[in-house]
Every structure is written in structure tokens, then in C-alpha cells.
């Protein structure tokens, strides 16, 4: 059998050959063991953030703050461009829920929806929350709308690909970027290890209370956005759970394989890319692949 090294040292070259670059960690969320390329190297997270906001306004629903059946009128997203669902694509108002927002969010990763919960917790609270349970690494500072002024949405259709060579070859040292969006500093952000803590926090006993750590894995378990891991990690003998997050050339997915024999495996994979096209099936794959040998070498051991 190859070596733990030796295994790293091919998944690396995989990625490299394919032009993707990142970050993947995989732990067995009962032994603490774990198994990862470079893991600690931080990501603006996108749609990652959902997770942290998910937990936030059900805790403070748990306090008594919010109240679940409360109905916000959210305006329409005015989304044009392919890929947003949900509220996002919305043409007239429509008066929604907290519970069902919060639904939307996570399962069909709605950013309309996300912004309408922002709305009762702002970023600065969301963070102040996730310290006072005791989830340290995630930095939250902006809304979903930040993210979607980026060059990409205005750029009509046949030109979205010069938006992503932007991305590609913007980059400053020490993970700055000129476009803000991408850059760690100024961005939602946060690292491989940093989401597996907060799965550990939400699939093992934390701070969080049970309630409000079942209600978020039900919701990341109903996830839709399933073209990434979910070939690799799910099956009729196991149970995936988990949040996508898309921007630019940043593909990320974290989640939590639940295995029928008892074990259980947190996933993440935070990835860049640098081929300027937008619609990249076999990056999509390749991720899934990857996770899938970590999650089989630590299970093996």
C-alpha cells in the first residue's frame, strides 16, 4: 500500500495536471484522526458562510430572539444570469418565513434568501456568536450581495471567461487579491480545518446546543447541490450532508459522510482553479475523487 506521503504526493500532482490547487482535509469525527493537503490554507468561502449564518439565527431562535414563524417581505433577487434558484430568481415580492429562509438558503444555497436572514443577524453578530460557541477560524464581515458584484455579472454571456482569467491572475502575496471579493482579508473567509471544527462542533457534543446543532445537519442534509463530493462519498450504505460554495474560480464543499457501520467522516475541500472557463465538470469530479481517497486511506487505518 502506498504510503500516507506517497498518497498526498500523487493527489497533488492530480490536482496540479488539472490546474486546480487547494486545500482538503478529512477527519473521523470520533477518533480526531485525520488525513489533508494543505489545510490550513485560507479561502474566501462563498456560500460557505450559509453554515455559520444557519447556526447563528438558530440560536438565536433558540434564546428566544428570533422567532422561526416570522414573516419577512423579501423583494425580488432581479438574478438574470444562469445558475442562482430560489428567491434569488424571483420576479415579484414575496413574504417567506425564517424557517423556510433558512430552507432556501441551505438547500438550494439562495442567496436572497441568505441576505433576508442577514437582515435579522448582520455579519458582525454572526461572528460574535460562533466565538461565544466556541468555532474559532471562520471570518465572517459581508452579505451575499457583495459577492455577486463581481466582473463576472456584468460581462455578458460569451465573456464571462475573461472574468475568470481576472481572478486567475490577480492574486497578491499573502492571499490578498484586487478583486475584494477574493481576497482573504477583506472576504468571508476561512480554511479546511476551520469548517471541520465547526462540523465536529455540530456532529459531536459542543457548545451548541443538540436542538440547534440537529436542525443545521437536517438542513445540510438536504442539501440539492449534489454534483461535487456527493458521487464519491454518498450511497445507499452511507449518508452525506453537506454545503457547496461557488465563486468565480473558487469550487468549495464541506459536509460529513455518515457511514452505516458507525463511522463518520467530516469532508472539506476549498479549491482554486486556473483555467479561465466557467462550467468545469472535471474539476467537479476530480474534487469528489480526491476526498474520496483521504476518506478511504483514513478509514483504512
Known amino acids: ?41 485560507e ?18 431562535i433558540r434564546r428566544g430572539e428570533l422567532d422561526g414563524a416570522t414573516r419577512l417581505l423579501v423583494g425580488p433577487g432581479g438574478v438574470t444570469s444562469p445558475g442562482p434558484a430560489g428567491l434569488s430568481r424571483f420576479r415579484h415580492p414575496a413574504e417567506i418565513a425564517v424557517d423556510d429562509l433558512l430552507h432556501l438558503s441551505m438547500t438550494v444555497s439562495d442567496n436572497a434568501a441568505t441576505d433576508a436572514l ?3 443577524t448582520p455579519p458582525a453578530e454572526v461572528a460574535a456568536i460562533l466565538h461565544e460557541l466556541g468555532v474559532r477560524g471562520i471570518t465572517v464581515r459581508h452579505t451575499m ?44 473567509s ?25 436542525r443545521v445537519r437536517g ?7 449534489r454534483h461535487r463530493l456527493a458521487p464519491d462519498l454518498s450511497s445507499d450504505a452511507s449518508r452525506w450532508s453537506s454545503k457547496t460554495g461557488t465563486l468565480l474560480n473558487l469550487r468549495h464543499e464541506v459536509g ?4 452505516a457501520d458507525g463511522r463518520v467522516f467530516g469532508v472539506a475541500a476549498l479549491t482554486e482553479s ?9 474539476a467537479e469530479a476530480l474534487m469528489g475523487q480526491v476526498a474520496r481517497a483521504l476518506r478511504d486511506r483514513l478509514r483504512a487505518m
Open 118 to 120: 442577514f437582515t435579522l
Open 219 to 225: 438542513l445540510m442534509g438536504d442539501n440539492m447541490l
Open 43 to 60: 479561502f474566501p468561502v462563498a456560500s460557505l458562510v450559509k453554515i455559520p449564518l444557519a447556526l447563528a439565527t438558530l440560536e438565536r
Open 190 to 214: 476561512g480554511s479546511a480545518r476551520a469548517f471541520l471544527d465547526l462540523l465536529q462542533a455540530l456532529w459531536t457534543p459542543s457548545k451548541i446546543g443538540a436542538d440547534v446543532a440537529e
Open 145 to 188: 450581495r457583495d459577492l455577486a458584484e463581481t466582473l463576472a455579472e456584468l460581462l455578458p454571456r460569451e465573456d464571462v471567461h475573461l472574468a475568470h482569467a481576472l481572478a486567475i491572475e490577480a492574486g497578491t502575496t499573502g492571499r490578498g487579491h484586487r478583486i475584494p471579493q477574493l481576497d482573504v482579508t477583506l472576504a468571508n
Open 256 to 259: 460529513v459522510v455518515e457511514h
Open 274 to 282: 486556473r483555467v479561465p472557463a466557467m462550467h468545469q465538470p472535471g
Open 1 to 41: 500500500m502506498t504510503s500516507v506521503e506517497g498518497l498526498i504526493r500523487e493527489l497533488r500532482g492530480t490536482l496540479d495536471d488539472a490546474g486546480l490547487g487547494g486545500s482538503f482535509l478529512v477527519r473521523d469525527l470520533h477518533s480526531g484522526d485525520e488525513i489533508g493537503i494543505e489545510p490550513d490554507l
